[in-house]
Nanobody, 126 residues
């Protein structure tokens, strides 16, 4: 099992940027697809972005496409999410997730992710 720890959340004004990081430990996630999901109060968890094991394929939720960028650093066993032009509706707890070892295909389906972080809060003020 892998431990995932998110960081980089905070309070920002609309239009600004944040970069979230996710540090993995316990196993090497370099051959696992990874993703970011988010959950706002009173709402279901929502797919944000996913990246394949090689880092050469990414996909995004419609609400963040063109504003957010997912990336990974295999050497550091880390995942990132660059969020630009933030909007109040981006306010949520953001979770990092990893598929099991050797499951390298990126996916928006959260049921395919076996390891989850505890999340980091992102709050965007108008």
């Amino acid at each position: 099992q892998v431990q995932l720890v998110e960081s980089g959340g905070g309070l920002v004004q609309a239009g600004n940027s944040l970069r979230l990081s996710c540090a993995a430990s316990g196993r090497n996630v370099s051959n696992s697809a990874m993703g970011w999901f988010r959950q706002a109060p009173g709402q279901r968890r929502e797919f944000v972005a996913t990246i394949n094991w090689g880092g050469d394929y990414t996909d995004y939720g419609n609400s963040v496409r063109g504003r957010f960028t997912i990336s990974r650093d295999k050497a550091k066993n880390a995942l990132y999410l660059r969020m630009n032009n933030l909007k109040p509706e981006d306010t949520a707890v953001y979770y990092c997730a990893a598929r099991r070892a050797s499951s390298g295909v990126a996916s928006a389906d959260e049921s395919l992710y076996v390891d989850w972080g505890r999340g980091t809060q992102v709050t965007v003020s108008p």
